[in-house]
């Protein structure tokens, strides 16, 4: 991965943690280059990806992984350029939040 590559990952990290803070769920980077964004989320891992090639099985794959690690639910946060953020998760995680909505 290139510096920009790089640069674009954190500004989206940056642009995720500023609109969850927003919504009322203090976010930010750990600040490490293969850190993870922290935030209170309970019980999700966040996998942040702004790319312009949708990849979202791999960034699935990858959010599993790292997501098992802490015992979280996987979530891949992601956009391309000039689009709005998306949130991708399994259906069943989907179910679980609504259930504890409600």
């Given amino acids: 991965m290139g510096a920009m590559e790089r640069r674009k990952g954190t500004r989206g990290e940056l642009e995720v943690a500023a609109v969850l803070t927003e919504a009322g769920f203090p976010a930010r980077r750990d600040g490490r280059l293969t850190g993870d964004l922290l935030h209170n989320l309970p019980g999700l891992h966040l996998e942040v990806k702004w790319q312009e090639r949708i990849q979202i099985l791999e960034w699935i794959r990858q959010a599993e ?38």
Avoid: H, N, Y
């Fill in 65 to 102: 992984t790292d997501a098992a690690k802490q015992k979280r639910t996987p979530a891949v946060v992601w956009r391309k350029s000039r689009m709005p953020w998306q949130i991708t998760l399994g259906l069943d995680a989907f179910l679980e939040i609504m259930k504890q909505a409600q």
